[in-house]
């Protein structure tokens, strides 16, 4: 069974549809990397998977229950591009708190060791540097024990270095038997983490497959120009 799945479903918003009957699946281990333009559906398929919107037609599954459902939340975790905590509390105190959400939680230093917060723990958020404060955010979303993880955009705004070492402790969560899934517009950073690639266009998926597989549809030898490569074809079927 897939860790989580969208089967056949649409969302409309007014006169807009915003996923038009698309089926979408996590497997257990894997880090599946959603891409797709700004308005491509992206946003909202989480947002249903997170239990944040309903489906108008098809099923959404977490962990075999419904995404709203208490059991997924307490297996799921989730870093967010529009997340914000208070810059006046400690690294520490802040995964102190998130942790206290869940039954089983992992212990704060391993938390800690497993978001690269050595040596900061005590240190005000607010105080922070911009990839130390993204480090914490995942380490919110990874401090209840989670066996999935959806990360929209986690590295947008990072240097390389940053970047790079989120990359590691991303990883880390996968190499622990963790599932995630991945929104991002870099596509190296698909292109270097992801185990399956899904490509999203105006609601609808139109090519999937490992990021190998997507290079070698269109003969290209990097994702981002296999990525627009898709994104033309699609837009010429449509015309067409």
């Known amino acids: 069974m897939p860790v989580a799945e969208l089967r056949r479903v649409t969302k409309r918003y007014g006169a807009i549809e915003a996923l038009r009957g698309i089926d979408l699946r996590i497997d257990r281990g894997e880090l599946l990397a959603l891409l797709g333009p700004n308005g491509a559906g992206k946003t909202t398929a989480v947002r249903i998977l997170l239990g944040l919107a309903k489906a108008d037609s098809g099923t959404a599954a977490v962990f075999g229950c419904p995404p709203a459902s208490q059991e997924a939340k307490l297996r799921r975790g989730a ?103 991945l929104t991002t517009h870099h596509m190296e950073e698909a292109d270097a983490l992801a185990n399956r690639v899904a490509v999203i266009n105006q609601g609808r998926i139109i090519a999937e497959g490992t990021p190998a597989d997507i290079k070698a549809r269109t003969a290209q030898t990097g994702l981002e120009d296999a990525f627009l490569e898709l994104l033309k074809e699609d837009a010429m079927e449509e015309v067409a």
Do not use: M
């Open 79 to 181: 870093l967010l591009q529009v997340a914000k905590v208070p810059e006046t509390l400690r690294v520490r105190e802040h995964i102190e708190l998130f942790s206290s959400y869940y039954p089983k939680p992992l212990a704060l230093s391993e938390t800690i060791r497993a978001a690269g917060l050595g040596g900061v723990e005590n240190r005000l958020f607010g105080d922070l540097s911009g990839g130390q404060k993204q480090r914490v955010l995942f380490a919110l979303a990874i401090c209840g024990n989670p066996d999935l993880l959806f990360l929209d955009e986690p590295t947008v705004g990072l240097d390389v270095e940053a970047r790079r070492a989120l990359w590691g402790h991303i990883r880390g969560f996968v190499g622990r038997g963790g599932s995630v899934l």
